[in-house]
């Protein structure tokens, strides 16, 4: 990936989109290689964190050269790839988290809110601004209501306006806010928190979310007893009840 850089710290894939005399925006060429990046992770990954190099940009989201003299047929290419790059973030096994300084437009914030978590300075701005461009706010935009409530998606999205973190419901975006020289402190704080958990068990909550997100009520809690079920199959599920019966116990 030209512009886009992957490095292991810890337990965590950090994924940086690196051009930031560009804002770190997104190229249509990367889009695949990123997609194998998160669908192909190495043993013992336990979260992938994305941010952006520099102080001025998360990403303005996609290159919009890649929009010039599009043919439905190659639009219909382009909008699938990425597409393919926000569900393997949802539907990845491990915690996913988004740390974002400066801009986070478009696709990038699109991919933010693919995510688990996120972790924002507060100087953090948001938008939708493909409406001004000429094309609609597609993918993973459509979680934005249950973010921001209804009525403001629709002003979002139909302005194409950037929001500062504080012009946004409180809480409806930042998990957790840091000033941009502790950012990846504060990522790697919460992955702490999360990122410790059996993998087995990690893995089936965020499926879990899919499902609840997708399904109606009865259906997700049926899901629900299935997937609880499940993990008795792995023995870390049983090994970790283990551990924990032994710290209570003594």
Known sequence: MRYIKAQHRGRALWVTFDRPEKLNIVHAEDLSELRDVITGLASGVQAIVFTGA?????SAGMNIEAFAGLTPAR???LIGDLAQV???IRHSPVVTVAAVNGYCLGAAFELALACDLRVVTP??????PEIKVGVPSVIDAALLPAF???SKAREMVLTG?????DELPPGSIANVVAEPRE?????ESLLDRIATHPQTVTAAQRRLFDLWLNNPLDAAVNASMIEFANVFD???THEQIARHHKRITG
């Open 123 to 128: 100087t953090a701005s948001f938008g939708l």
């Open 234 to 236: 792995s023995q870390e």
């Open 54 to 58: 520099g102080q001025v940009a998360f």
């Open 75 to 77: 639009a219909h290419g």
């Open 86 to 88: 926000m569900r393997a």
């Open 148 to 150: 921001v409530g209804l």
């Open 183 to 187: 950012l990846a402190a504060a990522a």
């Open 161 to 165: 306006d950037i929001y500062k973190l």
